[in-house]
């Protein structure tokens, strides 16, 4: 959640050669080559160039949020 209350979810999916970030105090952490993004998917620190790509959600009716996978 954000400030507002808006839900933003993040594939985990690094942008350099997709190994699987993890969470790492507030950031997150690519195990393999060392990049970092910030909570909201921003590069802190490469090699990955292109933040984390942000994946499209919805809250159903019954409060399930749906995650999707292709994309914003
Ligand atoms: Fe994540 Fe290379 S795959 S830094």
Known sequence: YNRA?????????????G???ELDGEA???PCHGSRFDPEGRVLAG????PL???RVEI???NT???????D
């Not at 949020?65 to 994309?71: E, F, K, Q």
């Open 60 to 62: 159903l009716e019954d």
């Open 53 to 55: 790509r942000r994946l």
């Open 47 to 50: 090699p990955a160039q292109d």
């Open 65 to 71: 949020l749906m995650v999707y996978a292709d994309g």
């Open 28 to 30: 997150f952490a690519c």
């Open 19 to 21: 190994c699987t970030v």
């Open 5 to 17: 209350g808006e839900i933003s979810v993040y594939s985990l999916t690094c942008t350099h050669l």
